[in-house]
């Protein structure tokens, strides 16, 4: 078998690919496109082309058309363009990925697995580790025509990916071997790692346990640092923290647990939410939720839909939440002119007008904040006492809310 060579570290140029379909409208793939870039971007990778092409669906063979296939071919051949790799924005299969390498001769990776490259990256505990070499595992067996390697010496992910190089279609079966002994392995240490998790979230005696969930890239950290008073990793990168954080949090008297969790993302490859259920775990067990938008985004309705529907698919428990509306710092909108005929769309709705909007809908179970800016802050912990009061007096009716101490 050959050796399986991780990237480097330098930032690379790459191309981006997306379609325009029945579903998935010219608006829409523009959108997923630029989500596309910020996970290039925050894997190191820079962007310097866009190609989309309008079709009922994708290729069975090569993803795109042979036209455009072409075109691709072209710009990548250009060695002014200086093009190591094409990114498309859906999952590859085996047969798309071969046939694309072979046509484009440079580096080939979907959305999948750059998600997952860049989990590789920021995972930091054994824990996170673990997963993520699962889902990575998990990712590459049904591909393994493709994949050239020395499996026995692999490692993680680097900051753009892992190169793979040499023959390997007669190494097929005992590569799928490795493979399957690998991720039965990675079971087993999860299983150990998920015992200890479970020991430890006993441990926290009754505490009230509140979790907070979104988007990736909407403020959780920055906001758990803020209730906390502790230092969270935070940056406006999508997934700079994939490890759960749990902390206790003390509004006025009443002392309850803080949990910030990995964030979701549109197409979250299952291969990820099987190997992180663990970590999710925090959001199974959660009392309450706290599910923090980013408001600035055009596109943060869907977001917030999105995670809705991960949510229901971890758990079917209906549990507590509201919703707190971030960054709204960050909100902009268009000044409608009188002589405007334009239509009202997002952009042009002015953030008071949307604040009413959305209180009308929840009954004002939603508090509009800028955690970077730390407005509003004291609203948001009122509203986040009386939601963790009433669960504490349901549950402890005859409680003076004295716990144990509680420290991760």
Request: aromatic share 8%.
């Amino acid at each position: 078998m050959k050796e399986f060579v991780i990237a480097d570290s330098q930032t690379e140029n790459a191309v981006l690919v997306g379609l325009i379909t029945p579903e998935q409208t010219e608006a829409k793939s523009k959108e997923y496109l630029d989500e596309l870039e910020f996970l290039a971007t925050t894997a190191g990778i820079q962007t310097v082309k866009r190609f989309t092409q309008r079709l009922d669906y994708a290729n069975p063979v090569t993803f795109v058309g042979s036209g455009k296939l072409e075109e691709l071919r072209n710009f990548v051949d250009n060695e002014d363009n200086n093009i190591g790799m094409v990114i498309f924005d859906d999952e590859l299969s085996s047969k798309q990925l071969r046939n694309l390498e072979t046509e484009l001769k440079v580096r080939i990776m979907d959305r999948t697995g750059l998600i997952l490259d860049i989990f590789a990256s920021r995972a930091q505990t054994a824990h996170a580790k673990t997963q993520v070499e699962l889902a990575q595992y998990n990712y590459m067996l049904p591909r393994l025509t493709r994949l050239w390697t020395h499996l026995e010496r692999q490692s993680g992910g680097g900051s753009s990916g892992f190169r793979m190089r040499g023959p390997g279609e007669t190494q097929l079966e005992t590569d799928r071997r490795i493979i399957l002994a690998k991720i039965n392995k990675l079971k087993e240490d999860l299983k150990e790692i998920d015992k200890q998790k479970a020991t430890q979230r006993k441990n926290r005696g009754r505490l009230v346990r509140a979790a907070l969930v979104g988007y990736t890239n909407v403020g959780k950290s920055t906001l758990m640092n803020l209730l906390s008073k502790s230092d969270v990793f935070a940056e406006n990168k999508l997934f700079a923290t994939l490890d759960t954080t749990v902390r206790k949090v003390t509004i006025e008297n009443l002392p309850f647990l803080l949990a910030d969790t990995v964030g979701f993302i549109r197409k979250l490859p299952t291969e990820l939410i099987e190997s992180f259920k663990s970590t999710l775990d925090e959001v199974r067990e959660a009392d309450l939720l706290i599910h923090v938008v980013d408001i600035s985004h055009p596109a943060f309705e869907e977001q917030l839909d999105i995670v809705i529907q991960t949510l229901n698919d971890i758990t079917q428990e209906i549990k507590p939440a509201f919703i707190v509306f971030n960054k709204t710092d960050a909100f902009s909108h268009l000044e409608k002119e009188e002589d405007d005929l334009t239509p009202r769309i997002r952009e042009n709705i002015p953030l008071e007008e949307m604040k009413k909007t959305w209180m009308n809908k929840l009954n004002e179970n939603c508090v509009f904040i800028s955690a970077k800016k730390k407005q509003n802050i004291e609203e948001l912990k009122s509203l986040l006492y009386q939601k963790v009061k009433e669960i504490h007096i349901q549950r402890f009716p005859y409680n003076d809310f004295l716990y144990p101490e509680y420290d991760e």
